[in-house]
């Protein structure tokens, strides 16, 4: 079987994912953003297991719907068209198991079943009835967990007779399935050494949805083994009324101590912009979970023109709901002739289903289409605006969408109970924020309207919290040029001292996490520069970042104009770079503190060297990340200047990817600066160079010829 095939066109994150190993790795958590290619990254898990000799039966892969399930099934059958792996949602899993014979009797017998356990829909009424006989409040039991072992002594015996009832007729709701398969594995050694025998390795998708007895199902199954691949996004659980339990994420890093977490951030379905507002939903989240979706599509939306200009997302905001919708109708006609798109590109989202009936009518009665409404003759509109619910809209993407009702009531929506609660509640009404927000592709537009009917009358709505909050114009500083520049250096250089004497007490906080927070601090940083030196930063074609293993060197090999051009760098990759540097800087020790911090690595160039230290530094667990200006010296302007190929030859002793960026404006922003007003500076990155690749396609490489005139090339083209 031909693995490369299974492994084409992924990126590094999920290629790591896909090829991990349970014996060195021990289990896998993958935290999968939005947009980031999850399910063919477990369908390519399954596909690559089997490749390796793993029985196809010997893998159990669960989802939350038989959808998803069939989908999935299709997917790896395709390679694999006979492939017995055992595909299924928690529900049916369970049911299979309490359906097997084992030792000459059901599994279902073994918990008490005298009949075979049929799923049916549970009758409320005839439940509540049985409450008020046994003289119990409904508030103290519902009928999905009706077997669970969490109840009090005194609850216990109340209900056994409710119980028994269950087991004598086998009628079940469907989570009397999954506690039954739960008592099996726990009190009957012959099953539980049979159904872990049955499947070798165990993958959860959806995981951050699973509840507490689906978690207490899958530890049951696995035992003390590694094999457990689950795929998960905390940042989108949003089923809390359901019974998921989001806690199971930071639960796994507990239980499971020698496990691997691995991100995937890569987003290939939205803008940069519109990804910028999604990363800022969740700034004040533990660092070790948080992720940064960066744009992988370079694309997108099939190429259309609006996806490439790369909107901010708007805030609109209206007085009433008349004003509202003639805006809405407005955009959509106005965009349709402009870009070429179908009705079906767009869509409303709400938080409240009583939201979307509104919508549906005032765009009907405006004359546009509506997806799913009703026509005469009892045809259904396929190609038309959709509208729906954040939760209805999850696993979707649209090229424009109109988030509405941006209020407080709305979105976020009404919570209630104890302070405790109200947190849980609003916590996962942000989460749900986050999901509408990453359904956009090209376009998001924010809606707050400041008066409508709301349950039974017109209210006063204010604007949500989660709105993000107006961007002021920058000041207009008035200073000589030279006393912007002390400025700007005094600032910048106060900022570097400051966080050296803090050190100490975040290293103490952040401990374990340190690593995490120095990465953030490296982007706040890079921010804080721009910001002080007036650079509007604008990154083309970062979905080449994308294309980079970054488990080996990798080299940024950049057009040097400016020294503003470091934090440009730190920015357009988005990662702390350090620095090839003949010098450590030790009069000044601050800097040569933030060098040894950043990863420079300090090269004699009349004794080399370079490549063993390198060696050394991945050999301490680090993957050094270098960024190397070629040419050597500054230009006067933005044309290059001849290279050297000292760094070249490095890369190709280092087996690293080279990874060339252009940046134009950063010597007008700092050493050509004529005024005080903004700069507009641009990065673009270009396509990587991986001496690995190259090194197999060669048998000798020359370092001139192979690799600097065809980066040279690259940088040329990108300028022209």
């Known amino acids: 079987m031909d693995v490369q095939g299974i492994l084409e066109g992924l990126n590094s994150d999920q290629r ?108 409320g009424r005839e439940f509540l009835e049985d409450l008020s006989r046994l003289r119990i409040p409904p508030s103290q039991l519902n009928r999905e967990e009706l077997f669970a072992d ?27 399935l999954i506690y039954q398969s739960i008592n099996l594995l726990e009190t009957c050694a012959e099953a539980r050494d049979y159904f872990r025998s049955m499947w ?8 951050q949805d699973i509840n507490p007895s689906q978690y207490r199902l899958v530890r049951a199954l696995l035992g003390d083994r590694r094999e457990l691949f689950v795929v998960g ?53 533990p660092l070790r979970l948080r992720k940064v979706l960066r744009a992988g599509n370079l694309k997108g939306s099939g190429g259309n023109p609006l996806f490439r200009e790369n909107r901010k997302p708007e805030v609109w905001v209206s007085e009433n709901p008349v004003e509202e919708i003639q805006k809405i109708v407005a955009a ?43 026509l005469e003759g009892g045809l259904t509109v396929e190609d038309g605006i959709h509208v729906e619910t954040v939760h209805a809209s999850k696993g979707l993407q649209y090229a424009v969408v109109f988030y509405a009702g941006l209020a407080e009531g709305l979105t976020p929506g009404e919570c209630t109970g104890n302070s405790a609660q109200r947190k849980k509640q609003m916590d996962e009404e942000r989460r749900l924020y986050y999901v509408g927000v990453t359904r956009a592709e090209s376009y998001l537009i924010l809606l707050y309207c400041k008066k409508r009917f709301w349950k039974g009358r017109l209210r006063k709505l204010k604007r949500s919290r989660f709105l993000p909050d107006k961007e002021e114009p920058p000041k207009n500083l008035k200073m000589p040029v030279f006393l912007f520049r002390v400025y700007v250096a005094t600032t910048v250089l106060l900022y570097m001292l400051v966080h050296i004497l803090l050190l100490p007490l975040i290293m103490l906080r952040y401990r374990g996490e340190f690593h995490n927070w120095f990465e953030k601090k490296i982007q706040k940083f890079s921010m804080f520069c721009m910001k002080r030196l007036r650079i509007d930063l604008s990154v083309q074609d970062q979905a080449m970042l994308g294309r980079v293993d970054w488990t080996r060197p990798v080299f940024v090999m950049a057009n040097h104009n400016s020294y503003s051009d470091i934090p440009v760098i730190f920015l357009a990759v988005e990662r702390t770079v350090g620095f090839i540097a003949k010098k450590e800087l030790r009069y000044i020790p601050f800097l040569s503190f933030w060098m040894h911090r950043i990863g420079c690595i300090f090269v004699n160039r009349e004794k080399g060297g370079g490549a063993r230290l390198i060696r050394e530094a991945m050999a301490s667990g680090r993957v050094p990340v270098l960024s190397i200006f070629p040419e050597g010296t500054r230009g006067h302007d933005e044309s290059l200047n001849p290279f050297k190929s000292g760094g070249f030859r490095l890369s190709i002793e280092s087996d690293a990817t080279i990874l060339p960026v252009v940046i134009r404006g950063t010597r007008y922003a700092w050493e050509g600066r004529k005024n005080m007003g903004q700069v507009k500076v641009t990065a673009r990155i270009l396509e990587p160079l991986d001496i690995a690749a190259l090194r197999a396609q060669k048998e000798r490489i020359e370092p001139r010829h192979d690799v600097m005139r065809v980066i040279r090339e690259r940088m040329e083209a990108a300028l022209q």
Request: proline share 3%; net charge positive.
């Open 16 to 123: 790591a994912a896909v090829l991990h190993d349970h014996r060195k790795g021990a289990q896998l958590l993958i935290l999968a953003g939005a947009g980031s290619g999850k399910t063919s990254v477990l369908t390519k898990r399954i596909q690559y297991r089997i490749a390796m000799g793993v029985e196809p039966e010997k893998i159990l892969a669960l989802t939350f719907t038989a959808k998803a399930a069939a989908e999935m099934r299709e997917r790896v059958q395709k390679l694999f068209p006979d492939a017995g792996v055992r595909l299924c949602t928690f529900h049916s899993l369970a049911l299979f198991m309490l359906r097997q014979k084992i030792g000459g009797k059901f599994a279902y017998e073994m918990v008490g079943f005298r009949k075979a356990p049929v799923p049916q829909e549970s009758s």
């Open 332 to 374: 959509v006609r106005d965009l349709r002739m402009s870009y070429d798109l179908r009705w079906k590109n767009f869509a409303i989202l709400v938080r409240y289903n009583r939201q979307r009936l509104y919508y549906e009518t005032a765009l009907a009665d405006a004359g546009l289409p509506v997806a799913g409404a009703e």
């Open 233 to 285: 996004d905390d940042d989108q659980a949003i089923y809390g009324f359901r019974g998921a339990d989001i806690g199971n994420i930071e639960r796994f890093c507990r239980d499971f101590k020698e496990s691997t977490l691995i991100r995937l951030e890569w987003n290939y379905r939205s803008t940069p912009n519109v990804l910028h507002l999604a990363n800022e939903i969740f700034v004040n989240k």
């Open 200 to 207: 070798s390795e165990i993958m959860v998708d959806e995981y």
């Open 150 to 176: 969490t109840h009090p002594s005194r609850l216990k015996s109340k209900i056994e007779e409710l119980r028994c009832g269950v087991l004598e007729s086998g009628a079940v709701v469907f989570e009397d």
